[in-house]
């Protein structure tokens, strides 16, 4: 499968074309998509979470497609909304964006701050294809981004820093994408920025489509379906072993796969039966912001519509300064209730962002 792609030269045009004019390439995309459909067989054997599994990979594969063959030129960046994408506990209080780059170019942003809460940007090497990594390469920090009397901002991106540039995120020679993340407290207040991204080298005329570049994107885009599924997999898998608690982990699985180096992350996996619930108590510490999450069994966040999210500015505190969180079928009248929303097993996530200190939460299973 694919094999034409480690040919080299004049001899990988000529393989790419043949495999084009055959329709071998389609059926190498077809058969690397079935594969990873064997992520989803390989996870719960009920018919509900194998139907969100297969959910979840066409999600991966429309983003995957559209960045692969449509937004990945490096020399003409755009822009990437995740839209209805959800990744490895995507955060529902996010507005999340990405571009494609290369770590020996230069860039621009310009954009308009907005008053949402948080605005972060991170250089990263994408090998979700390669390895199921998202190293980090150079971070922009909302405390560092340095905004305009106006409102206005500019970050140049590049491998060495400008003696001019107010704002810097850096690139490495293996940089392949710019991550935006912006996180509201309050979504019904706050406005997120509005951004463009230019390079600023002279960038050569675009040329005809070849062969090479198809092939080559639905390699990428069935092997990044199939990568993304199975790290995301394996980490459900991991949490399992530890049922309804949220340990630390250790964060350095979490950075290897695109986690903001800001952010704390305590994951875990939870399972009730009927009539029972997780109440989960902690600390929280003084931080910039933080957040409670309930994600599937596949580590997306459920849907938004039901009370599945709180944050610094949604949470009713303890009079002590404590957190208590109920996640149930129902609420119960107390704690500060997180709906299952149908779900009877999944995954949840507590971030504390830029804090100096990292609360343990307790965990235990009630009858209601």
């Given at each position: 499968m694919f094999q034409y792609w480690t040919t080299s030269g004049s001899n990988m045009s000529e393989a790419t074309?043949?495999?084009?004019?055959?329709?071998?390439?389609?059926?190498?995309?077809?058969?690397?998509?079935?594969?990873?459909?064997?992520?989803?067989?390989?996870?719960?054997?009920?018919?509900?979470d194998r139907a969100e599994g297969f959910r979840y990979l066409s999600r991966l594969l429309r983003n995957s497609l559209y960045a692969t063959l449509e937004n990945s030129d490096p020399d003409r960046p755009r822009w990437q909304g995740l839209d209805l994408v959800k990744i490895g506990a995507d955060n529902p209080d996010n507005v999340y964006h990405s571009a494609p780059v290369k770590g020996t170019n230069t860039y621009r942003i310009t954009g308009d701050r907005g008053t949402i809460a948080l605005t972060t940007f991170g250089s990263k090497a994408n090998r979700y294809a390669k390895d199921g990594t998202m190293a980090s390469t150079g971070e922009l920090r909302n405390d560092?981004?340095?905004?305009?009397?106006?409102?206005?901002?500019?970050?140049?991106?590049?491998?060495?820093?400008?003696s001019?540039?107010?704002?810097?995120?850096?690139?490495?020679?293996?940089?392949?994408m710019i991550v935006l993340r912006e996180s509201y407290l309050d979504r019904t207040t706050e406005v997120p920025g509005r951004w463009s991204i230019?390079?600023?080298?002279?960038?050569?005329?675009?040329?005809?489509?070849?062969?090479?570049?198809?092939?080559?994107?639905?390699?990428?885009a069935a092997l990044g379906v199939h990568g993304t599924a199975a790290t995301f997999q394996a980490w459900t898998e991991l949490f399992m072993t530890r049922p309804n608690e949220l340990p630390d982990w250790g964060q350095e699985m979490f950075q290897r796969a695109g986690g903001d180096p800001e952010i704390f992350y305590l994951h875990g996996y939870w399972k009730l039966e009927p009539g029972s619930a997780w109440v989960i108590d902690t600390a929280v510490p003084d931080c910039p912001y933080w957040n409670f999450q309930l994600s599937n069994w596949?580590?997306?966040?459920?849907?938004?519509?039901?009370?599945?999210?709180?944050?610094?500015?949604?949470?009713?505190?303890?009079?002590?300064?404590t957190l208590t969180i109920v996640v149930?079928?129902?609420?119960?009248?107390?704690?500060?209730?997180?709906?299952?929303?149908?779900?009877?097993n999944g995954t949840a996530l507590i971030r504390w962002v830029g804090a100096d200190e990292h609360p343990l939460p307790t965990c235990r299973v009630v009858e209601l």
């Open positions: 074309d043949e495999a084009v004019l055959t329709g071998q390439a389609w059926t190498d995309f077809c058969t690397a998509l079935e594969k990873a459909g064997q992520v989803v067989l390989a996870g719960p054997d009920n018919a509900f560092d981004l340095h905004v305009n009397d106006d409102g206005t901002v500019e970050v140049l991106v590049s491998a060495d820093k400008p001019e540039a107010a704002n810097w995120l850096p690139l490495a020679v293996d940089s392949t230019e390079r600023l080298e002279d960038t050569p005329p675009t040329e005809p489509l070849t062969s090479s570049h198809v092939v080559r994107s639905l390699q990428r596949w580590m997306e966040s459920l849907d938004w519509d039901k009370q599945i999210t709180l944050n610094k500015h949604t949470a009713r505190l303890n009079e002590d300064g149930a079928e129902r609420d119960p009248g107390w704690g500060h209730w997180i709906d299952t929303a149908g779900h009877t």
